[in-house]
């Protein structure tokens, strides 16, 4: 995704990436050019596939985090790491997964997500919180007390839909469960327990709330045309949730998708260049979806993997789990701070000569997640004092912690 070009300290870094990348490499010719300042080369290439990305970072609303990745603590080499990170599993797609749901490598919150804890923290502060997920379960925003919305990004389905069915039309088929329900669920008698009455009263709001979101996403018209891929699909059905907002009564929502098909073993170009521009143009029509709401300043996207990929390719002409990756995070806030910038370090050699760099081409990350969730964190609300909370490992990282300053300004 981001490759070294030229304006390098280190002699000709883009030939040292060719050396490292093998059969895999980029060709030259064929990078967007991007400018950058504070780090090893003064320009930097993104993928083909990646034009919009370009145009976003050179409009300062995207930004990218240079050899991001899980780290138990600082001070790792090629001859420690295995020793410092004894408390995960690295390389695993299971619990790398987990690792960069949660960002607490010891398990002081199992089973909360990063953006869950956030919104814990929110909520006991007094905001009224949302967690909505279009791609089903969704660790990284499960939280203790904000319930999981989980929306299908092909249409938000209305309870009992049978009685709606064109091929029904007469309403011969079925019949409406909501009056019964109702009927059933609505009246405490001597014979109710606190758990009935508990059980009656969230069920009789889920109801209520169904038809009232049904109602409101189908009223919802939105002003881009997404592709019709699985990403499209996912940022329309996002875009359309962030309409209903104030209906549904929320201060603080978290997003997630989940978007597979990256775990490139074999064949490499055909699939990357695919899945890249796919994912390009279904972000670049949400950023337009936001800025036409006049919500752009309001959102920041984070677009992460678990981990990334070799540098050198594999016999099957793909390329395999490694370590440190190159992730970037757009939104309209960043174009007084990190927007048009390469924050974190990107390596100065990509060879397995490098410090930083084990065979067959895995790099070590310098910069970890925690540096990232730090300043997003802050622009969501959190306060300082309750930073720990959601980053319990963050003071192993103190000289490593983005500011807020640093993504979004002053």
């Known amino acids: 995704m981001l490759v070294p070009h030229s304006g390098c300290n280190n002699g000709d870094l883009y030939e040292n990436y060719k050396a490292a990348r093998g059969d895999i490499a980029l060709s030259k010719n064929q990078l967007h050019t991007i400018t950058a300042s504070d780090q090893v080369c003064s320009t930097f290439g993104l993928h083909p596939s990646l034009g919009n990305l370009k145009t976003l970072y050179n409009e300062k609303e995207l930004m990218f985090v240079a050899n991001m990745g899980i780290l138990q603590q600082g001070g790792v080499n090629e001859q420690n790491w295995r020793k410092l990170h004894d408390s995960t599993n690295l390389f695993a797609h299971n619990t790398q997964t987990e690792e960069t749901a949660n960002v607490d490598i010891f398990d002081k919150y199992a089973g909360i997500g990063v953006g869950g804890r956030m919104l814990d923290v929110l909520a006991a502060n007094g905001y009224k919180t949302g967690a909505v997920s279009v791609s089903g379960s969704a660790p990284p925003i499960v939280s203790k007390g904000t319930p999981l919305l989980a929306v299908n990004p092909s249409g938000y389905e209305k309870f009992n839909p049978i009685l709606d069915r064109p091929w029904n039309a007469r ?38 709330e169904n038809t009232m979101l049904y109602d409101r996403l189908k009223a919802v018209t939105l002003t881009e045309t997404y592709p019709n891929t699985r990403f499209g699909r996912y940022m329309s059905a996002i875009a359309k949730m962030m309409n209903t907002k104030d209906d549904r009564g929320k201060d603080r929502d978290v997003f997630f998708l989940d978007s597979p098909g990256w775990d490139m073993h074999f064949d490499i170009e055909g699939p990357l260049r695919v899945s890249f521009s796919e994912m390009s143009e279904s972000l670049m029509k949400f950023r337009n979806e936001m800025k036409n709401l006049e919500m752009w300043d309001q959102v920041t996207v984070v677009v992460v993997s678990e981990f990334a990929r070799t540098l050198k390719g594999n016999t099957g002409s793909g390329s395999d789990h490694a370590w440190g990756g190159n992730y970037f995070i757009m939104g309209g806030d960043l174009t007084d701070g990190g927007g ?36 997003i964190a802050q622009w969501f609300g959190i306060e300082e004092n309750d930073l720990d909370e959601i980053l319990p490992n963050r003071h192993e990282f103190m000289d490593r912690l983005f500011s807020k300053a640093d993504l979004y300004g002053a």
Request: net charge negative; charged share 20%; hydrophobic share 30%.
């Open 171 to 208: 309403k011969t088929f079925g019949h409406d469960m909501n009056s019964e329900l109702k009927d059933m669920n609505g009246a405490t008698t001597a014979g109710s327990t606190f758990y009935g009455d508990v059980w009656s009263e969230e069920l009789l709001k889920a109801l209520s």
């Open 340 to 375: 048009g910038k390469i924050l974190g370090t990107y390596p100065d050699d990509l060879s397995n000569d490098s410090p930083d760099v084990f065979r067959p081409g895995i790099v070590i990350p310098t910069t970890p997640w925690e540096s990232l969730w730090n300043p």
